[in-house]
């Protein structure tokens, strides 16, 4: 058993994802990228390892997150 913990799956495995970041993202490429999967699923993987883990959450978990985001819950991270 392996000591290093893994969650997710290799964003190349999702084929045909059609990966997105903000437009807020700096030139550096520091962001995060969603793609829309077609089970109505939404991944996530960082941009600068595009070939690395994604995770995936349902619709209503980016739905929740998106309006914790909106309302401020998160502001003290950044």
């Known amino acids: 058993m392996s000591s290093t913990p893994r969650n ?3 964003a190349t495995e999702l084929a045909g ?5 903000s437009s807020y993202s ?5 962001c995060v ?3 829309a999967l077609p089970d109505g699923s ?3 993987r960082n941009s600068r390892d595009a070939s690395g883990p ?10 929740a997150m998106l309006a914790g985001v ?9």
């Open 8 to 10: 997710g799956i290799a």
């Open 17 to 21: 994802a059609a990966w997105r970041k």
């Open 26 to 30: 700096n030139s550096q490429g520091n």
């Open 33 to 35: 990228e969603f793609a």
């Open 42 to 44: 939404v991944a996530v």
């Open 54 to 63: 994604a995770l995936v959450y349902t619709r209503a978990e980016i739905q």
């Open 70 to 78: 909106k309302d401020g819950e998160f502001d003290d991270l950044a």
